[in-house]
Structure formats: C-alpha cells, structure tokens
T-cell receptor
Framework: AQKITQTQPGMFVQEKEAVTLDCTYD???????LFWYKQPSSGEMIFLIY??????QNATEGRYSLNFQKARKSANLVISASQLGDSAMYFC????????????FGQGTRLTINP | DAGVIQSPRHEVTEMGQEVTLRCKPI?????LFWYRQTMMRGLELLIY????????DSGMPEDRFSAKMPNASFSTLKIQPSEPRDSAVYFC???????????FGNGTRLTVT
C-alpha cells in the first residue's frame, strides 16, 4: 500500500524567505513518481513539480525544488524567495509506476506567507 | 489547449435525489481519475480509468456511487440516492501517461441538504 505523510498542518513564513515543506512516503512499488500540488483558496489544483524514483538529480522548476532522499523516503518541497502569492495548501502525492498506478495524496500543509 | 472541464461547478440538491457530475478530460490523455475532497478526509481517490476501462474502484464509498467512461472524451460520476455526507468537492483529473502529472478540473462543489 502507498502512504504519504505530511507532518506540518500549517506553516508561517516571512516574505522572501525560503521554506521547506516536508513529505515522507511509503510504498512497496520499486518504481514510482512523486508530485507536489498547490491549492490556493480559489480551490484549483496546480501541478508544481515531479520527481521520478530513478531520477539521479533533484527536480527543479523555477523557485521550486524537490529535495529527494530516497533512502529516507522523503521528498521535501523547497520554495525559494517566498512570495505572498505562495500562500496556499500544498499537497505531496505519489504514484506507483508498476503496481498501483493511482495518485495518492498526503493531508496537505497550509502555508501562509506574511508580509 | 483546453484543460479538464467539469460541470456543473456547483450543485445543490436534496437528500435522496440523483446527482450526475460530468468530466471532459484533456484530449490524448489515457488516464482519468475522480477524487473527492473534504476537510475531514482530504483528497480521496474514488476511481480511475485507463483507456476508458475502470482499473481501480476500491475508493468508491458505496453502491450509491457509480462512474462511467463511455468514450475517451467523457466521464460521469453518479450518486443515487444522494446523502448529506456526500457533500464535498469532486475533482476530475487526467494524465497522458503513467509518468505525466495529473491535470485537474476546477471541481464540482456538491451540497446535499
């Protein structure tokens, strides 16, 4: 079975600071993908970044980077130079690529950026 | 390129009524997913399809829920009869391949009174 754990229900960060959102996972699938999504107050789900389990390098997308530590089964999202518009819910998710192919989400972290 | 289109955006209905939610995935996407989001349970996968075939419906809460995908461009999620505990935001999402991110629709906010 796949499981995603996000231990930070809420985080408060000053604008322009970097922030790390934690995510740990568990799976028996040898090949999997890890995703981060952003859900602003308007409700839509926005894809941010993807990391494959066999990717050698950590994924980066603009101000977003994924700190992937396979041995620790963690896939933390790092947002550099945070902006007010980053305030939102952030979800970590995992998808097995051989066994269960469904995307399973964590409970989310509510990030608030203070001016 | 149009995204995933869901309708209606909002649905208010009385307990016992039938509710049908609709989804048009992105053209060329082979996978389609239905999720439900509530404060208590977060984002739950209800069912997903690959090439129009239901693959995993273990998340469908009860026999009152059913989903179909008659062709590659259309899917429905039906609740009959609806109950107040079905109130939630229902998302449809699609992805091109296993390795592709899911693209979500804007969701349908369902309220059952």
């Amino acid at each position: 079975a796949q499981k995603i754990t996000q231990t930070q229900p809420g985080m408060f960060v000053q604008e322009k600071e970097a922030v790390t959102l934690d995510c740990t996972y568990d799976t028996s699938d040898p090949s999997y993908g890890l995703f981060w999504y952003k859900q602003p107050s308007s409700g839509e789900m926005i894809f941010l970044i993807y990391q494959g389990s066999y990717d050698q390098q950590n994924a980066t997308e603009g101000r977003y980077s994924l700190n992937f530590q396979k041995a620790r089964k963690s896939a933390n999202l790092v947002i550099s130079a945070s902006q007010l518009g980053d305030s939102a819910m952030y979800f970590c998710a995992m998808r097995g690529l051989r066994g269960a192919q469904k995307l399973v989400f964590g409970q989310g972290t509510r990030l608030t950026i203070n001016p | 390129d149009a995204g995933v289109i869901q309708s209606p955006r909002h649905e208010v209905t009385e307990m016992g009524q039938e509710v049908t939610l609709r989804c048009k995935p992105i053209s060329g996407h082979d996978y389609l997913f239905w999720y439900r989001q509530t404060m208590m349970r977060g984002l739950e996968l209800l069912i997903y399809f690959n090439n129009n075939v239901p693959i995993d419906d273990s998340g469908m809460p009860e026999d009152r829920f059913s989903a179909k995908m008659p062709n590659a461009s259309f899917s429905t999620l039906k609740i009959q009869p609806s109950e107040p505990r079905d109130s939630a935001v229902y998302f449809c999402a699609s992805s091109r391949t296993l390795y592709s991110p899911l693209h979500f629709g804007n969701g349908t906010r369902l309220t059952v009174t």
